[in-house]
């Protein structure tokens, strides 16, 4: 006859055994599925890397472009520069300016500054440049301007 102790202890190894292995299922099973998560995350990752590194090859290429086209030529012309009158009237209004003070900054005289805005004229590149450096400008920068223009 089998010693009871023994059988006991047999018994009870056996099922932790299957309790365990259950349990090491359940982990291996989870286990599996974050691997499965953690390397769709990486390829996500990689692929949105890819996706700055690209927006910001883009992003460097166009204001590379934009510096270019507002700077003068050779000739002295500034190219890619866009003019509208009322573009122009609107900047001067928002600013608070008379023709004649928009005029000083952008270096010519106050009837120019009228005839363009009439769409009568048209600014030559070198004034296009001038005014387009105006059109970022707030109410204090342009008031620095005039100020240090007038007193010189």
Known sequence: MPNIAQMLKAEISRIARKESRTE???LKRSATA????IAALKRQVRELERLVKALMKAQKRTLTQTVKAAQP?????ATG???SSKGLANNRRRLGLSAADFALLVGTTGQSIYAWESGKA???AKYLA??????GLGKREIAARLLELRST
């Open 24 to 26: 090491v299922e359940t």
């Open 81 to 83: 520069l866009r003019f």
């Open 73 to 77: 030529s050779e000739d002295g012309a």
């Open 122 to 124: 048209h600014p030559s």
């Open 130 to 135: 001038a005014i387009a450096a105006l059109r």
């Open 34 to 37: 974050s691997r499965g998560e």
